[in-house]
C-alpha cells in the first residue's frame, strides 16, 4: 500500500509530457440578453446597436440577413509512446437576424452552445 | 514484471521512434435529429423551423426570392500509422497510412418567396467551395423578380431525396458544407 502514491506519481509523471489541452476561441459569446431585446419590426440600425457588427452579412433577394457567431473548440490530446490520442470539439453560439425588404426585422434564430465543447478523448460520448 | 512485459516494453521503446499511430476524433456543431426533423412537414413557417433547430450554421438565396437554410454537424473519427526511417544524415523516408471516416452530415431546408418551408434535405457534406456557389446578383430594380437562373438550391446530395448516401459522402450540390 505504501508504494501506491509513488508509483501513482511516477506515472503521473510519465504521462504528463504527452498530454495537450488547448481551448480555440473565435469572437466574443454573443450576449444573449441583448438578443432577447431584439423584436420584429426592429430596424438595422438597432440590431446593430445591440449586437454591434455583424460577422457576415448575406444578402437574400431583397432581403438580408446578418450572422453572428462565437466559436469555441477544446482540443485533448495524449501521446502514449507508439500511440497518440486525439480530439476535438467545436461549438458555437450563432444568431441570425433576418431582415424584410424595408430593413425591418422580421425573423430572428438563436443557438446558444458556444460553452458546450468539451475537453474529452476519442472514445468518450460528448452530446 | 515478466519477461514477456519487459520484452513488449523494451520493443516499444525501439519503435518509438520511427513508428506511430493515432486515433482521433473530430465532433462539431450539435446532431440535428431525424424525429426533430420530423417535425418540420413542407409548408411550416421559417419561424417554426427556427424554433425547433435553432440558428441555422449557413443561410443563402435560391432562385425566385427563395431562401436555404442549412444546419451542419461532424462527428468524424479517424486512425493512422506512420513509419519513418533515416536514410542517412540528411534525410529519412516515412509513409502513412490513414483511415478516415465521413467528414459529417447536414440538414438544409428550402423555403420559397414567401418563407414557408418547401422541401428538405439529410445528407452529407460538401464544401461549398467545390460547387462555386455564386455571389447574388445585383437588383436592377427595385420589386424586380430575382434572376431564376443565379445560385443553386441543392446542398447535400442532390437527389432530390429526403435521405443522404448511406456512407454519409455526399455528392454534388452545394452549401452544405459552408463553413464558419
Given at each position: 500500500?505504501?508504494?501506491?502514491?509513488?508509483?501513482?506519481?511516477?506515472?503521473?509523471?510519465?504521462?504528463?509530457?504527452?498530454?495537450?489541452?488547448?481551448?480555440?476561441?473565435?469572437?466574443?459569446?454573443?450576449?444573449?440578453?441583448?438578443?432577447?431585446?431584439?423584436?420584429?419590426?426592429?430596424?438595422?440600425?438597432?440590431?446593430?446597436?445591440?449586437?454591434?457588427?455583424?460577422?457576415?452579412?448575406?444578402?437574400?433577394?431583397?432581403?438580408?440577413?446578418?450572422?453572428?457567431?462565437?466559436?469555441?473548440?477544446?482540443?485533448?490530446?495524449?501521446?502514449?509512446?507508439?500511440?497518440?490520442?486525439?480530439?476535438?470539439?467545436?461549438?458555437?453560439?450563432?444568431?441570425?437576424?433576418?431582415?424584410?425588404?424595408?430593413?425591418?426585422?422580421?425573423?430572428?434564430?438563436?443557438?446558444?452552445?458556444?460553452?458546450?465543447?468539451?475537453?474529452?478523448?476519442?472514445?468518450?460520448?460528448?452530446? | 514484471?515478466?519477461?514477456?512485459?519487459?520484452?513488449?516494453?523494451?520493443?516499444?521503446?525501439?519503435?518509438?521512434?520511427?513508428?506511430?499511430?493515432?486515433?482521433?476524433?473530430?465532433?462539431?456543431?450539435?446532431?440535428?435529429?431525424?424525429?426533430?426533423?420530423?417535425?418540420?412537414?413542407?409548408?411550416?413557417?421559417?419561424?417554426?423551423?427556427?424554433?425547433?433547430?435553432?440558428?441555422?450554421?449557413?443561410?443563402?438565396?435560391?432562385?425566385?426570392?427563395?431562401?436555404?437554410?442549412?444546419?451542419?454537424?461532424?462527428?468524424?473519427?479517424?486512425?493512422?500509422?506512420?513509419?519513418?526511417?533515416?536514410?542517412?544524415?540528411?534525410?529519412?523516408?516515412?509513409?502513412?497510412?490513414?483511415?478516415?471516416?465521413?467528414?459529417?452530415?447536414?440538414?438544409?431546408?428550402?423555403?420559397?418567396?414567401?418563407?414557408?418551408?418547401?422541401?428538405?434535405e439529410l445528407g452529407?457534406?460538401?464544401?461549398?467551395?467545390?460547387?462555386?456557389?455564386?455571389?447574388?446578383?445585383?437588383?436592377?430594380?427595385?420589386?424586380?423578380?430575382?434572376?431564376?437562373?443565379?445560385?443553386?438550391?441543392?446542398?447535400t446530395d442532390g437527389s432530390g431525396t429526403n435521405e443522404g448516401r448511406?456512407?454519409?459522402?455526399?455528392?454534388?450540390?452545394?452549401?452544405?458544407?459552408?463553413?464558419?
Amino acid at each position: 500500500m505504501k508504494h501506491v502514491l509513488p508509483v501513482a506519481l511516477a506515472l503521473v509523471l510519465a504521462v504528463a509530457p504527452g498530454c495537450l489541452f488547448a481551448r480555440e476561441r473565435a469572437n466574443r459569446p454573443i450576449d444573449e440578453a441583448a438578443v432577447g431585446k431584439l423584436a420584429a419590426g426592429d430596424s438595422a440600425a438597432r440590431v446593430v446597436e445591440l449586437l454591434g457588427a455583424p460577422t457576415d452579412v448575406v444578402q437574400l433577394g431583397r432581403r438580408s440577413a446578418y450572422r453572428y457567431d462565437f466559436t469555441q473548440k477544446k482540443r485533448t490530446g495524449l501521446w502514449l509512446i507508439l500511440v497518440g490520442f486525439l480530439n476535438d470539439d467545436t461549438r458555437q453560439d450563432r444568431v441570425w437576424v433576418f431582415l424584410d425588404v424595408d430593413e425591418r426585422v422580421s425573423h430572428v434564430g438563436t443557438t446558444f452552445q458556444g460553452d458546450e465543447p468539451e475537453f474529452a478523448m476519442p472514445w468518450s460520448d460528448v452530446e | 514484471m515478466s519477461p514477456r512485459c519487459l520484452a513488449i516494453g523494451a520493443l516499444a521503446l525501439l519503435l518509438a521512434g520511427c513508428v506511430s499511430g493515432d486515433w482521433s476524433r473530430t465532433r462539431a456543431h450539435a446532431r440535428v435529429r431525424p424525429a426533430t426533423l420530423e417535425e418540420l412537414e413542407p409548408g411550416a413557417s421559417l419561424e417554426r423551423c427556427l424554433a425547433v433547430l435553432g440558428a441555422p450554421n449557413d443561410v443563402w438565396e435560391t432562385p425566385a426570392d427563395g431562401v436555404a437554410l442549412a444546419w451542419w454537424w461532424v462527428d468524424a473519427r479517424g486512425w493512422g500509422v506512420t513509419a519513418s526511417v533515416p536514410l542517412n544524415d540528411y534525410g529519412s523516408a516515412s509513409a502513412t497510412w490513414r483511415d478516415d471516416d465521413s467528414p459529417g452530415r447536414g440538414v438544409v431546408l428550402f423555403f420559397d418567396a414567401g418563407l414557408v418551408l418547401t422541401r428538405r434535405e439529410l445528407g452529407g457534406l460538401v464544401r461549398a467551395g467545390d460547387h462555386g456557389r455564386r455571389r447574388p446578383d445585383a437588383l436592377e430594380e427595385a420589386g424586380g423578380a430575382a434572376d431564376p437562373g443565379r445560385g443553386g438550391d441543392d446542398a447535400t446530395d442532390g437527389s432530390g431525396t429526403n435521405e443522404g448516401r448511406p456512407d454519409g459522402r455526399g455528392g454534388g450540390g452545394e452549401g452544405g458544407g459552408g463553413g464558419s
